[in-house]
C-alpha cells in the first residue's frame, strides 16, 4: 500500500476501534461498524461493491453489507487493516489512487460525527494530492449545474470547473474542499461566495460518482 493510503487507512481503524461499533457517523443511517462494513465489502466482496454504483445489484449490495456487518467488530477492523492484495482497489497498483480520497473522506466521516471535533492539521503532501485530484471530483459532482464553480485553496492553487454566466466560489483547504464536493457540504469547513440561490443549491449537490 502507499504511504497517504496506509496512514489514513490505519488511523481510520484505530479510531474505529476506540469508539466501538456503535458510534455514530456523519452517513445517514450508518453506525460505525457500517462505515468499516463499507469498506470491508469494498475491497472483498467486487461483486457486492458494484451494488453501490449500479441500481440492479443494490440489493444484493445491501444484502452482504448486512452480513459482513454483524461479524465480530475486533474481526471487522481486523480485515480493514489488511486488505486482500488481489483487491481490484486495493492491490499495491491501485492503492494509492482509488484510496487515498476514500479514507480520508470516511475518516472524516467518523470524526466529525463526534462531539468537539475540529478540523485537522493534515500534511502538506497530503493536501498536495487531494488538491491534484480536486478537479475531475467537482466536475463529475457539478454535471448538469450550470454555473461556473471556482474553486480555491490558499497555498495550493485556483481552478475553474463548469460552465455558465455565473460564478460561485469556493474557498478552503483542499481536505475540506475535497468533503464539499463529497456530498459532506454541511460539515466541510469552506467559504462560499455567489448568488444565494446558486450557492444553495451547490450546499445540496450530490456527488456525481
Known amino acids: 500500500m502507499s504511504r497517504h493510503a496506509r496512514t ?3 488511523a481510520l481503524a484505530d479510531l474505529l476501534l476506540a469508539l466501538g461499533p456503535d458510534a455514530p457517523t456523519i452517513n445517514e443511517g450508518w ?3 457500517d462505515l468499516a462494513a463499507h469498506l470491508v465489502v469494498r475491497e472483498r466482496r467486487p461483486d457486492a461493491a458494484a451494488g453501490a454504483l449500479l441500481p440492479p445489484l443494490r440489493g444484493h449490495h445491501a444484502r452482504v453489507q448486512r452480513s459482513v456487518a454483524e461479524q465480530p467488530f475486533p474481526e471487522l477492523i ?3 487493516r489488511r486488505p486482500p492484495w488481489w483487491s481490484p482497489v486495493s492491490n499495491p497498483l491501485a492503492d494509492e489512487t482509488a484510496n487515498t480520497i476514500e479514507f480520508v473522506v470516511h475518516h472524516e466521516d467518523l470524526r466529525r460525527a463526534q462531539p468537539d471535533w475540529q478540523p485537522r492539521d493534515l500534511p502538506a503532501d497530503l493536501n498536495a494530492a487531494l488538491w491534484a485530484q480536486l478537479p475531475l471530483l467537482a466536475r463529475l459532482t457539478l454535471r448538469g449545474f450550470g454555473a461556473r464553480v471556482r474553486l480555491r ?4 492553487g485556483e481552478t475553474a470547473v463548469g460552465s455558465g454566466d455565473e460564478t460561485v ?3 478552503g ?3 475540506e474542499l475535497l468533503l464539499f464536493f463529497f456530498g459532506r457540504q454541511r460539515v466541510a469547513r469552506v467559504q462560499v461566495d455567489g448568488d444565494e ?3 444553495a443549491r451547490l450546499q445540496s449537490v450530490s456527488p456525481g460518482i
Open 78 to 80: 481486523a480485515q480493514l
Open 153 to 156: 485553496a490558499p497555498g495550493y
Open 197 to 199: 440561490a446558486l450557492v
Open 169 to 171: 466560489r469556493v474557498i
Open 173 to 175: 483547504a483542499p481536505a
Open 31 to 33: 453506525a460505525a461498524r
Open 8 to 10: 489514513e487507512r490505519a
